[in-house]
T-cell receptor
Framework: SQTIHQWPATLVQPVGSPLSLECTVE??????LYWYRQAAGRGLQLLFY??????ISSEVPQNLSASRPQDRQFILSSKKLLLSDSGFYLC??????????FGPGTRLTVL | QKEVEQDPGPLSVPEGAIVSLNCTYS??????FMWYRQYSRKGPELLMY????GNKEDGRFTAQVDKSSKYISLFIRDSQPSDSATYLC?????????????FGKGTMLLVSP
């Protein structure tokens, strides 16, 4: 069966510090991968998606970037965090046009 | 007009009640419809996945899609306190190679014992 992992689970970072969130998927090959941010009262916002290694599409121009160094690994990064980057970050995977399956999430607080 | 509308709730019901959760949408290109359940501080969990119009049943859950009215519903029978969560609807059109989902903002459900 497929499993998706995210770490860390929670993170508190000062403004201006770098960020690296990691997501890995087990039990499937060549998944489509997604990064979302969920802010209170604002729903799920798609940040990036990837259909293959090294292929990243950005949905929202912002302070964040994403990379996919391996087939089942997806990384969300920032060089300098802003207060507005606080939120609940979710990684998801899908196969072709099927539904997306979400990870447990990382709660980021920028102070 | 927002692409997907969902009442935020909270919807409070007693244990054992039948719950009806709904979403309306404006994009007639949507073909795939999903319901997710999200517990507090957890990732969304896929509950139901349907294609085009019709009903789909899975245990206590029934998903209903009416494309002519652009309206989808999730029914929960014999609701339990463990059903207390936020329910998100999601939908997508026909894409090549990946799925871009449009989500509602979620309805919070509270089931009291």
């Amino acid at each position: 069966s497929q499993t998706i992992h995210q770490w860390p689970a929670t993170l508190v970072q000062p403004v201006g510090s770098p960020l690296s969130l990691e997501c890995t998927v087990e039990g499937t090959s060549n998944p489509n991968l997604y990064w979302y941010r969920q802010a209170a009262g604002r729903g799920l916002q798609l940040l990036f998606y990837s259909v293959g290694i090294g292929q990243i599409s950005s949905e929202v121009p912002q302070n964040l970037s994403a990379s996919r160094p391996q087939d089942r690994q997806f990384i969300l990064s920032s060089k300098k965090l802003l207060l507005s980057d606080s939120g609940f970050y979710l990684c998801a995977w899908s196969v072709q046009k099927q539904a997306q399956y979400f990870g447990p999430g990382t709660r980021l607080t920028v102070l | 007009q927002k692409e997907v509308e969902q009442d935020p709730g909270p919807l409070s019901v007693p244990e054992g009640a039948i719950v009806s959760l709904n979403c309306t949408y404006s994009n007639s290109a949507f073909q795939y419809f999903m319901w997710y359940r999200q517990y507090s501080r957890k990732g969304p969990e896929l509950l139901m996945y349907t294609y085009s119009s019709g009903n789909k049943e899975d245990g206590r859950f029934t998903a209903q899609v009416d494309k002519s009215s652009k309206y989808i519903s999730l029914f929960i029978r014999d609701s339990q306190p463990s059903d207390s969560a936020t329910y998100l609807c999601a939908m997508s059109g026909m894409n090549s190679g990946y799925s871009t989902l449009t989500f509602g903002k979620g309805t919070m459900l509270l089931v009291s014992p």
